[in-house]
């Protein structure tokens, strides 16, 4: 704000609103990303999509699809925008959607930002469990561990609890499934991610 580089201020806006939303603060959030999004569409009109995708995912944790479909619309072509898409296929119960619009997620990312896989990879192993296809949730499972390990950060490793605790639901094993889901809600709840918390409580 200082230096006066105002699509900097708006990318570091839409980085800062999406923190929010993570953390609850969904005033706040919803603040900065509608501002994000309304700078860069005008100063940087390529960057106007990762504003809105996070507005859209702020939208749908809100309980407001219709709004957050729009916004989605209208973040076109991001990276981002198909990993938002697997996540209202799933809310549509339509898992072989969500599967298609992950996969085209990572394709986008190129293989090259592992952390960036991370959500992806542990939106598929809900999907791939709904698709009955386990051998695919445990890959999945496998490589979001993997990143989780690697990084060592409370939601990531969050995020491998929450999915090892849905694969061993799906196998049968409610005694390790709920230890997995205990152990990511401490996780979640340390955090500061509330929402997340709640999905894991819900399972």
Do not use: K, N
Request: proline fraction near 5%; charge should be neutral.
């Amino acid at each position: 704000d200082r230096s006066g580089q105002r699509p900097l201020l708006a990318l570091c806006r839409a980085h800062h609103g999406t923190v929010r939303m993570m953390r609850g603060e969904w005033v706040q959030a919803e603040q900065d990303l509608e501002w994000a999004a309304g700078e860069l569409s005008t100063l940087r009109p390529p960057l106007a999509g990762y504003a809105r995708a996070r507005f859209a995912q702020l939208r749908r944790r809100q309980g407001r699809p219709r709004e957050a479909r729009a916004l989605l619309d209208e973040a076109g072509g991001h990276v981002l925008a198909p990993l938002v898409r697997a996540d209202f296929a799933l809310d549509d119960g339509d898992p072989a959607a969500a599967v298609g619009h992950a996969e085209r997620y990572l394709r986008g990312l190129g293989g090259a930002q592992p952390i960036e896989s991370a959500t992806a990879l542990e939106l598929m192993v809900a999907a791939r469990i709904r698709l009955a296809e386990l051998p695919e949730a445990r890959a999945a499972h496998e490589q979001l561990g993997a990143i989780a390990g690697a990084v060592g950060t409370e939601p990531l490793r969050a995020a491998e609890r929450c999915a090892a605790g849905r694969i061993a639901r799906a196998e049968r094993d409610p005694r390790a499934a709920r230890a997995a889901f205990e152990d990511a809600l401490d996780l979640y709840e340390r955090s500061v991610m509330p929402f997340d918390a709640a999905q894991v409580r819900l399972e």
